[in-house]
């Protein structure tokens, strides 16, 4: 098992920006690809952002390319989703997963993953 919390999430001003963590505890052998998502109230929830903890391959929705920056600390298990330029669109509940998932190119969806976090609020004002 692998427990998976978030934290950062706030309410800034368009054009601000916020830096999310998702610590990994547990069997984290148990996934090598960690993921950033989102679910707007009303919406499906969308990919964000996700890395390949081994050898450190990212992908990113086109929605936030140039704006958000996903890295890791492996040291201390944490995925971190840097976010610059926030927009109200930006505005949903994020969440951090974790899978062992085969690198395919693209960014994973969200019915891949099987570890999820509980989720932390986002919110962007105009």
């Known amino acids: 098992q692998v427990q998976l919390v978030e934290s950062g999430g706030g309410s800034v001003q368009a054009g601000g920006s916020l830096r999310l963590s998702c610590a990994a505890s547990g069997y984290t052998y148990s996934s090598n690809c960690m993921g950033w998502f989102r679910q707007a109230p009303g919406k499906e929830r969308e990919g964000v952002a996700a890395?390949?903890?081994?050898?450190?391959?990212?992908y990113y929705a086109d929605s936030v390319k140039g704006r958000f920056t996903i890295s890791q600390d492996n040291a201390k298990n944490t995925v971190y989703l840097q976010m610059n330029s926030l927009k109200p669109e930006d505005t949903a509940m994020y969440y951090c997963?974790?899978?062992?998932?085969?690198?395919?190119?693209?960014?994973?969806?969200?019915?891949?993953?099987?570890?999820w976090g509980q989720g932390t609020q986002v919110t962007v004002s105009s």
């Open positions: 890395i390949y903890t081994g050898g450190g391959s990212t």
């Open positions: 997963a974790a899978e062992v998932l085969v690198v395919a190119g693209t960014l994973p969806a969200p019915a891949d993953f099987g570890y």
